[in-house]
């Protein structure tokens, strides 16, 4: 279809474009061809469904697909974009996303690639608490050593120290408080 002339841009009635498809499912050498092929790394919102916004990167983050998140990227993805809609309004970043869901390999790519560490969602979950409440040691780690907040509060899950108590996780209560986590609410854990 490319060859034809096929514009690789076109939003899908959710405001995907086919990058984001790929990025979404995996399809690392459509990725590829589709990059290849002009298709936007880091797209604009769809002027029909403004409303309505996410990235190949937010995708692949989210899905756990490091080989796209690598070529995302090697081509200039951004990796502070934050997929929004207009009822909730910010909602997760690459990072969020690939922090709270456990995705340790695609975590230290973005660190490696100067991310923001205290973006948030629209509820105040920064990646540090997204993993603590997740329970991923091995990413709560490389972002205390990142620098990032661990006192950073949202009004959805509390702090990294109260997400983590709350879920069970005690191995990351101990680390963060250790880390110099303050103790808002009950610690006698």
Not at 77 to 85: C, E, I, L, T, Y
């Amino acid at each position: 279809f490319l060859k034809h002339g096929a514009n690789p841009n076109m939003y899908d009635f959710y405001s995907f474009t086919p990058l984001m498809k790929a990025a979404e499912y995996g399809h690392v050498e459509i990725a590829r061809l589709l990059i290849a092929n002009e298709a936007y790394v880091n797209p604009e919102k769809n002027p029909k469904r403004p409303f309505v916004y996410s990235t190949p990167l937010i995708e692949a983050s989210y899905r756990g697909h490091t080989e796209i998140v690598r070529i995302l990227l090697e081509n200039s993805a951004d990796v502070n974009a934050q997929a929004s809609d207009d009822i909730e309004g910010p909602l997760g970043t690459a990072l969020i996303d690939a922090a709270g869901k456990g995705h340790t390999e695609i975590v230290e790519l973005l660190l490696k690639n100067n991310v923001d560490l205290e973006i948030s969602d629209y509820t105040g979950t920064t990646a540090l608490i997204a993993a603590s409440a997740g329970g991923h040691i091995e990413i709560v780690k490389d972002l205390i050593a990142a620098g990032s907040n661990i006192n950073a509060e949202s009004w959805g899950l509390g702090t990294a120290l109260y997400a983590a108590q709350s879920k069970g996780h005690f191995d990351i209560t101990k680390l963060l408080r250790e880390a110099g986590a303050a103790c808002l609410y009950d610690c006698r854990q």
